[in-house]
């Protein structure tokens, strides 16, 4: 079946520093990814996404790698702030256009 | 509205009350999703809307919930008699399409705990 799983539930990493979060998936037939950041009281918030047909997508402070063979996603974060502090999910998009989800992994800045 | 729009934010209800929770989607977003959040978890899909059409009703977790979507816009879920185990964040979101590579875009949530 279709599955996105994190390999680890909370990272903890100094301010400024870069963070790296991790994914991996199932379905060697995905072809689309999004990071998600959700705060807490708050819904899931986009910020990046990736095709299948692409390794590399950078954004704002945030890179996407996709690795194919081995079926992993990460998120680079590039000198983390506070404001980062959140829980980050990656999810792909299934057969039937829903989003299946990770559990997700808390980002934890220290000062 | 400027983004999805979800009410009520929070909601109690006592167990085997009815309750309905009300999405407002981006203005002009044909495509409708609910999820269901319980603490600490990722999302579970419940059910997509393409217009007023929901074609797959199977990510519904039991007959007790339904939901339906006028006019291309506003979606109600609503679960009758409430159990315990329904509490949770439910989460609508919304994008311009259906197409598989189109972004979501996500209320705030309903908080529902049912006591």
């Known amino acids: 079946g279709e599955s996105v799983g994190l390999h680890l539930p909370t990272l903890s990493v100094q301010e400024g520093d870069n963070s790296i979060i991790n994914c991996a998936y199932s379905?060697?037939?995905?072809?689309?990814f999004i990071w998600y950041k959700q705060e807490s009281g708050k819904g899931p918030q986009f910020i990046i996404d990736i095709r299948s047909n692409m390794d590399k997508r950078q954004g704002q402070r945030v890179t996407v790698l996709l690795n194919k063979t081995v079926k992993h996603l990460s998120l680079q974060i590039a000198a983390t702030q506070p404001g980062d502090s959140a829980v980050y999910f990656c999810?792909?998009?299934?057969?039937?256009?829903?989003?299946?989800w990770g559990a997700g992994t808390k980002l934890i800045i220290k000062p | 509205g400027a983004g999805v729009s979800q009410s009520p934010s929070n909601k109690v209800t006592e167990k085997g009350k009815d309750v309905e929770l009300r999405c407002d989607p981006i203005s002009g977003h044909t495509a409708l999703y609910w999820y269901r959040q319980s603490l600490g978890q990722g999302l579970e899909f419940l059910i997509y809307f393409q217009g007023n059409s929901a074609p797959d009703k199977s990510g519904l977790p039991s007959d007790r919930f339904s939901a339906e979507r006028t006019g291309g816009s506003v979606s109600t879920l609503t679960i009758q008699r409430t159990q315990q185990e329904d509490s949770a964040v439910y989460l609508c979101a919304s994008s311009p399409t259906l197409g598989r590579d189109t972004e979501a875009f996500f209320g705030q949530g309903t908080r529902l705990t049912v006591v």
């Open positions: 379905n060697s037939a995905s072809d689309y």
């Open positions: 999810a792909e998009k299934g057969s039937n256009y829903q989003l299946i």
